[in-house]
């Protein structure tokens, strides 16, 4: 691991809840790594701790091995300096100088290096700045002026770039494009960087392993694959997008539930609650002689694809996601027909389960 987190703890006030509790974490070289949550779950002050920002109550971080900080070890305590860290930090609000050039602006940090225009020539040439270097900030557009930002902390040559939700700022198509941009010139250049962000389309595709955050814990880490198709828990399973909630008896590989009898993601006994994303669902027409069909409630058209909205004999309602060529319209009947196994949700989340809600997880 390049760099690695045990443990860490931060409570801003006695008697509070911690806000990041018990967090191990570990990135690997050339990974892109996202931390992932809603708003106040804690992923700020990670990113702080681990830049050396804020002290922890407890817990460790190490960079290749070297101990930056070390919490646990009481009286004497290490901790080393944001400054002598040499972690890359690239903040949301990504404030350049307006009164510097592009070039100047990269080379900020690098005061009184010799080598500081090649290094910030170097990092703009990396980000797809190259040419601009004359310009000032005010003359580029916004994607643009993040490149310069993140220019800045890459021409620092840092081990680990950290960056606080620094597509934030951007409209939906500039910050899509912008991203995805930034992805491959880190690919390119096998940049190590750690990501925080609110937004699930955005850790999904930039990463390549997310970790899950909520109340200052994390939930579930894993490849966006696996943390999006195999959810540990109700949070996350409704967290990364819409999914179908059923309870339902298990026994073994199987349940059986109003969909019929399911193959299960593992093993298991008694009452379970399952997660069926809406794409992993499709559709079919009920035929004359089909029990108990479900019935097309309402179909929203998005292009490459469709959702629908079943109702079903068993009260409920059921997303069901299928390519556009699988049509159906209002009102006809239809069976709904899993296509994929059906994954049990650990216990202790139906505590979770906010009762009389449709059994289809939030729109996000
Ligand atoms: P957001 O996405 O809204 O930025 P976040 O997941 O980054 O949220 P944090 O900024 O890490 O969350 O905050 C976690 C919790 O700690 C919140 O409840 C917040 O109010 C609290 N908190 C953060 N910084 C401080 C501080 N300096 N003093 C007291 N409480 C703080």
Known sequence: MLLEATGLTRRFAPGDAPAVQDVDLGIEESEIFAILGPSGCGKTTTLRLLAGFERPDAGTVRLDGRMLCNADSGPGERFVPPE???????????ALFPHLSVLENAAFGLKGQPDAEARAEDALEKVGLSGLEDRSPHALSGGQQQRVALARALAQRPPVVLLDEPFSGLDALLRQETRDRVRQRFKDAGTTALLVTH???????????????????????????????????????????????????????????????????????????????????????????????????????????????VAHPDGAEYLVHTPSRVTFAEGDEVRIQPQAPAVVLERGDAADLQTGEANFGKAN
């Open 84 to 94: 002598e860290r040499s972690l890359g930090f690239v903040f949301q609000d990504y």
């Open 199 to 309: 937004d699930q389309q955005e850790a999904l595709s930039f990463a390549d392993r997310v970790a899950v955050m909520k109340g200052g814990r994390i939930e579930q880490v894993g490849t966006p694959e696996e943390v999006y198709d195999r959810p540990r828990t109700l949070f996350v399973a409704q967290f990364l997008g819409r999914t179908n909630l059923l309870f339902s008896e298990a026994e073994g590989e199987e349940a059986e539930t109003p969909l019929g009898r399911l193959r299960l993601s593992r093993a298991a006994e008694g009452q379970v609650l399952l997660s069926l994303r809406p794409e992993h669902l499709t559709l079919e027409a009920a035929g004359k002689q089909a029990a108990s069909p479900g019935e097309v409630v309402d179909r929203a058209f998005k292009g490459h694809d469709i959702t629908y909205r």
